[in-house]
């Protein structure tokens, strides 16, 4: 059976968008919650693949999206590598001794993330046909910046001051990383992903000289790689507008973008080659259907029927997303999405 993702990727006529959005397992669902609870802490959520498939259907069957994303944290190549995380309630994630005064070992990702391809086999014996599955991981330089800060930070001052005072030992964390993030989702796609994004949350702070440097770099070999094996990769860089231009250059044929750039706009830079994914402003989930609406209809329209299109957000839905205009912004993006096809949405 044909995938309205795969198909739009693959640049066959559509009659509407795919839509899916990010965290779409998450904290706004009663039924992520009672999971959550029955876990206990997050990483038990995590490793727990039985938990973490179920969680994982949860949005294709209450919200009716057109993918699955994997259950994960991008967090979990580091702790594979040695480092030692706990999620404290309301302050988020936090290692126990960070880089570089802790080392990192090496690792085999099929025994030390195994738990991950298990919930992704459960996942897909559980979706329907044709709802694929995205696997994903953080970018390298995301992954450096947490692992360094020890915790989230506004400006990662702490990571981005290692790059400029350690450069060999940045760049050879950023290396292992790289190849780390390749691994890992090699083996999520032979578990079943049929795509896979990669969250590179924090490039929008970097200069242009850092950005190429330890952001453009790696994200190019791995698109290249995926590439050369034909597995779609989608790149994700908040604060992206800046970079449109460098993203596009990767290689990678789905770039996200977050609502700090309109999709015309968007488009553009990166020409009619390029899936656009995004990106409605998480806060509008917040907000009354009719607001939501109001803003979703206008998305659609700024990039206009032709050129493959993918409907998600600008970044991560929000805990304090509204459950009913989250139900709202599903339908709406799949009915408003025919029209505009059609012609109709004016």
């Known amino acids: 059976m044909s995938s309205l993702l795969l198909d739009t990727i693959n640049g066959k006529q559509c009659s509407r968008r795919p839509v899916w959005f990010m965290r779409q397992a998450g904290r706004y669902l009663p039924d992520y919650k009672a999971v959550r609870a029955k876990a206990g802490n997050f990483m ?3 490793q727990s693949p ?12 209450i919200l009716g999206v057109d993918a699955a994303i994997i259950f994960s944290d991008i967090l979990v190549i580091p702790v594979a590598a040695g480092m030692e995380l706990n999620f404290v309630e309301g302050e988020g994630p936090q290692f126990k001794t960070p ?4 080392g990192l070992k090496d690792y085999n990702s099929k025994n030390s993330l195994s738990y991950v391809y298990e919930a992704i086999k459960a996942s897909v014996r559980r979706l329907p046909t044709n709802i694929p599955l995205i696997g994903f991981c953080g970018s390298p330089w995301t992954l450096f910046a947490y692992m360094v800060q020890g915790s989230g930070s506004k400006d990662f001052s702490k990571a981005k001051s290692l790059l400029w005072s350690d450069p060999t030992f940045s760049q050879n964390t950023i290396d292992f990383l790289t190849n780390k ?3 890992h989702l ?9 795509v896979v994004q990669v969250f590179d949350t924090w490039g929008g702070l970097l200069d242009t000289q850092d950005y190429r440097q330890f952001c453009f770099k790696p994200m190019k070999k ?20 800046s970079y449109l231009s460098e993203l596009s250059k990767t290689g990678a044929p789905i770039l996200g973008v977050d609502w700090t750039v309109s999709l015309d706009k ?4 990166v020409g009619e080659d390029t899936v656009l994914q995004g990106n409605l402003d ?38 304090q997303a509204n459950l009913e205009t989250v139900k709202s912004f599903v339908y709406s993006a799949q009915e408003m999405s025919e029209r505009l096809m059609a012609g109709e949405l004016k």
């Not at 995926?226 to 597995?231: D, H, S, T, V």
């Open 222 to 241: 791995i698109s290249t790689y995926f590439a050369l094996k034909q597995i779609p990769v989608v790149l994700f860089t908040k604060g992206s507008g």
């Open 266 to 269: 968007a488009r553009k830079i």
């Open 186 to 194: 090699e083996l999520q796609v032979e578990a079943g992903a049929k």
């Open 181 to 183: 993030i390749i691994e």
């Open 99 to 102: 880089l570089p005064q802790c």
């Open 282 to 319: 998480p806060i509008a989930l917040c907000s009354s259907k009719e607001l939501m609406q109001n803003k979703l209809k206008k998305l659609l329209l700024d990039h206009g029927p032709k050129g493959r299109h993918i409907v998600n957000l600008g970044h991560g839905v929000t805990p």
């Open 44 to 46: 038990t959520l995590c």
């Open 50 to 61: 039985e938990m973490a498939s179920e969680v994982t259907c949860q949005p294709v069957e």
